[in-house]
């Protein structure tokens, strides 16, 4: 496993509290995204969640770049297994400056994700953990998602209540 010290990261590691390293297993460690992470199985993860074709290593750096560029906004987290260097689990949380609120921040989280074999083993919570720290650390006043209703019961289980609807019109 490489150290955060010998990776190039999306965000600053000290977001993540280390109450939520403990909480993980021994063998695993949750961490800022970093920009060569295609190769260490991040699309494999992705894939549960729907169709996850991969980026080229160059596409996946320039993405990543752009995400680090926009200041204070993309902040994604991988649980990564030590023993093979490999991505078990991925999340999201977008960052939405509002004028409303006076001036206020909303906390938008996206694509959970957890390999097949590590399912059930609380890493979901502990990403879902990981991200709402990062959102209140950041000033976030609410965190907001969508999801299936068969993902109901977990986001309950992390502590959240069902609030109107998803609406979508795709291009
Ligand atoms: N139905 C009922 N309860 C559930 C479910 C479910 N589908 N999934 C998890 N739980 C419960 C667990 O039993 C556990 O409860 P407990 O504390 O009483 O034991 C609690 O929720 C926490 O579960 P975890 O072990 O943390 O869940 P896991 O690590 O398996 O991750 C996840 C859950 C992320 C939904 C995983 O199953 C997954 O990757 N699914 C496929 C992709 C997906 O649907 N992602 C969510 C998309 S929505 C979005 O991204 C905003």
Same mark, same amino acid.
């Given at each position: ?35 060569? #992470?295609?190769?260490?199985?991040? +699309? ?19 993405? +990543? ?9 993309? +902040? ?8 093979? #260097? ?24 996206? #694509? ?27 000033? *976030? ?5 969508? *999801? ?11 502590? +959240? ?11």
């Amino acid at each position: 496993m490489q150290t955060n010290d010998k990776l190039d990261l999306l965000f600053d590691p000290a977001l993540i509290p280390s109450s939520i390293q403990d909480q993980l297993g021994s063998d695993l460690y949750l961490r800022p995204l970093a920009s060569d #992470d295609n190769k260490r199985g991040h +699309f494999d993860v992705l894939s549960v969640l729907t169709a996850a074709p991969q980026l080229s290593a160059q596409s996946y750096k320039d993405t +990543f770049h752009e995400l680090r560029a926009c200041a204070n906004t993309y +902040f994604i987290v991988v649980i990564v297994e030590k023993a093979t #260097d490999k991505i078990v689990g991925s999340g999201s949380i977008i960052i939405e400056r509002k004028l409303l609120r006076s001036a206020g921040l909303v906390g938008h989280i996206e #694509d959970i994700a957890v390999s097949k074999s590590m399912q059930g083993r609380k890493l979901g919570l502990r990403i879902i953990n990981a991200l709402e720290e990062i959102g209140r650390t950041r000033g *976030c006043y609410k965190i907001i998602l969508d *999801c299936s209703d068969k993902n109901i019961p977990f986001y309950e289980k992390c502590g +959240f209540k069902h609030k109107e609807f998803q609406m979508v019109r795709y291009m």
